[in-house]
């Protein structure tokens, strides 16, 4: 029923969005928030990642697998640079978002085919409007 899905979406925009990637992920697929709109929770995980990435914690230690975790979780919040950055290091191809992070970092943190899920994030980044991916 149309009428019943403005109502929820009017009190869905009143509601405060979910702070953890699985809630914002289980709004998304349910259909209540739009797979396009840009998540805050994503860019922050972005940030985190970046920051990891470019020794912002700690002069002396770059974090990789910090920045591997935030990099996937801004991809999961539906992040479109982290998807394309995410699918890049995946692939084994150059990204401008986490340039020191490499293929063969990834693939000791990912279980499954690393290649696989880089072509699955590069597929949701084309989705969502990446004419390049």
Known sequence: D??????????????ARPSS???????????????SEESVLGSIHLDLAVYHETCRFDANIQDKNSAHFH?????????????????SVYLGLPNDILPALNH??????????????????????????????
């Open 2 to 15: 149309p009428e019943q899905q403005i109502m929820m979406k009017q009190k869905l925009d009143r509601v």
């Open 21 to 35: 990637v699985s809630a914002l992920s289980a709004l998304k697929l349910s259909g209540l928030i739009p797979e």
């Open 71 to 87: 990099l996937k979780a801004a991809a999961d919040c539906g992040n479109q640079l982290a998807l394309v950055a995410i699918s």
């Open 104 to 133: 063969l970092d990834a693939a000791e943190l990912v279980p499954e085919n690393i290649e696989d899920r880089g072509l699955d994030f590069m597929v949701s980044a084309a989705r969502n409007g990446d004419v390049n991916s």
